[in-house]
């Protein structure tokens, strides 16, 4: 086990959870929540947990706490468009900022599996 995931069981039971993320042409927009969005923040977007949901993410030996703040990911068409009406992506949990990702070394990969824990 490394050494990050010892102190984080202490947390309690976590989740296991699908990330992709999302930056520009999306920053400076205004996010679900009424922020504007950062993509060097560390912020995510849940399909639904309530704004202000603080989670803590943990990916190969990285770790990173981030607040919800958006509404995402969403399911996307062949192009890579989102599909309307907006419906929940079928595959992905959440849509961390470039920043949060970059953190977390997926920014390459494009998602990553991590292990979640809410912490607020």
Known sequence: M??????????????????????????????A????????AMTTASPDLPFGTVLLLADDGAAVAVTVNDRGP???????????????????????????????GGVMAGTIDAEVWRLR
């Open 33 to 40: 929540s009424g922020d504007t969005f950062d993509m060097h």
């Open 2 to 31: 490394n050494n990050i995931l010892l102190p984080l069981m202490l947390l309690g039971p976590s989740q296991e959870m699908t990330a992709s993320w999302y930056g520009e042409p999306f920053h400076g927009q205004e996010t």
């Open 74 to 104: 969403f399911a996307v068409d062949s192009t890579g468009a989102a599909i309307w009406p907006l419906e929940p992506h079928p595959h992905r949990d959440l849509d961390l900022s470039f920043g949060a990702m970059k953190l977390l």
